[in-house]
């Protein structure tokens, strides 16, 4: 069937359309990972978003339970140049068509996808619509420009969980370690979207892990006795999101603190600071960061599209500690007085490589020096 991605601006790419039929809103941004994009599905970050795979054959791998990164997929909307016509993986349950069908997410191939890139990212992510069922550009544009945007818009109510619950699944031939004397440390996790694979690494650290829902103000989480809490990732603009920006401002230097990604923006909100938009975020999992104490370069997984101005913490007692080495902004910031840290990318991976992920046993050392 007949497909079109309309952009804000006026630009036009007609495709063909795969996955649920229909038309779908939301802000375009580029991804640029070669694999994995049965967890960008399933990233509850993506709520609000279309997503255009710079990849340019995508489903080949199919799709299979053990790559969900959530409990449903998230986003409104997926490009790619080519729906991969066959299916070779081992692991595979389904196929990738059959998977936004039933997850009501329309999809459109055959378009121009270095295009489309270039395109974002000269002008900056664009709100957008994809439909299968209007073929007018003409009613298509009037239509999306009566749709809302994400900024200024509270996404985490949509993603975050309705229950507190235990979680204690590690990552896959990782195990839990032996519990050590006087049981696991307790970790809180402030659910705003939080990944699965955020939780794998929390029990494979050592942690018993409780997730509770982001709406769970201060008094309640130090009720449940946390040895520390993370701060999930999660979608959109974090400035609306003021009821968990009050809940961390709270906790500040009573617990351990790690925010990762959203709950970075979190920390840095709750410290004084401000959030701004990047032009057309980070999506990928091949961005480069540096490591200003070690020197050390990780290749992470990114997806964002705001970022702390760390100069609007200037003497607050918070230092910068990682940077972008594509564009120089700040990817991590610490508060050593206050035990906290966070960092702006992914070090959980799922999907992504995995040159981040001894931050878990920094925060499990945290923790461990804070209880003594």
């Known amino acids: 069937m007949k497909a079109l991605l309309l952009l804000e601006d006026g630009t036009l790419f007609e495709g063909t359309g795969f996955g649920a039929a229909g038309e779908a809103f939301g802000e375009v941004v580029f991804n640029t990972s070669m694999t994995g994009y049965q967890e960008i599905l399933t990233d509850p970050s993506y709520q609000g978003q279309i997503v255009a795979m710079t990849f340019p054959q995508i489903g080949n791998c199919g799709v299979n339970d053990a790559d969900r990164e959530s409990r449903r997929t998230w986003l409104s909307g997926f490009v790619v140049k080519e729906l991969s016509p066959v299916v070779s993986s081992w692991r595979a349950t389904g196929d990738l068509a059959g998977f936004l069908a039933a997850g009501g997410v329309v999809g459109i191939q055959g378009i121009d996808t270095r295009a489309l890139a270039r395109h974002l990212r000269v002008h900056g992510a664009k709100h957008g619509v994809i439909s299968s069922t209007g073929a007018d550009p003409a009613a298509l544009a009037g239509r999306l420009a009566a749709a809302p945007r994400i900024v200024g818009v509270d996404l985490v109510r949509d993603v975050t969980c309705d229950r507190t619950f235990e979680w204690t699944e590690p990552v896959e031939g990782r195990p839990a370690a032996a519990e050590p004397p006087g049981g696991r440390r307790h970790v809180v996790v402030l659910d705003c979207g939080v990944k699965f694979n955020i939780l794998r690494h929390l029990v494979s650290s050592g942690f018993r892990v409780t997730v509770v829902p982001a709406a769970t103000d201060a008094r309640a989480i130090l009720a449940l006795k946390p040895d520390g809490v993370l701060l999930s990732n999660g979608p959109g603009d974090p400035e609306p999101v003021r009821y968990v920006v009050e809940t961390v401002r709270s906790l500040l230097g009573r617990v351990p603190?790690?925010?990762?990604?959203?709950?970075?923006?979190?920390?840095?909100?709750?410290?004084?600071?401000?959030?701004?938009?990047?032009?057309?975020g980070h999506h990928g999992g091949n961005h480069p960061v540096k490591d200003l104490d070690t020197g050390r370069i990780a290749i992470t997984s990114q997806n964002h599209g705001f970022n702390v101005d760390m100069e609007s913490l200037a003497g607050r007692g918070v230092r910068t500690t990682h940077v972008n080495l594509y564009d120089g902004t700040a990817e991590g910031l610490e508060d050593r007085d206050r035990n906290l840290f966070g960092v702006q990318y992914h070090p959980e991976?799922?999907?992504?490589?995995?040159?981040?992920?001894?931050?878990?046993?920094?925060?499990?050392?945290?923790v461990a020096a804070d209880r003594g």
């Open 349 to 366: 991976a799922g999907p992504g490589p995995h040159d981040a992920d001894r931050l878990f046993a920094r925060f499990a050392d945290l």
């Open 257 to 280: 603190l790690f925010g990762i990604c959203l709950g970075h923006q979190m920390l840095g909100l709750a410290l004084g600071g401000r959030t701004y938009k990047l032009k057309f």
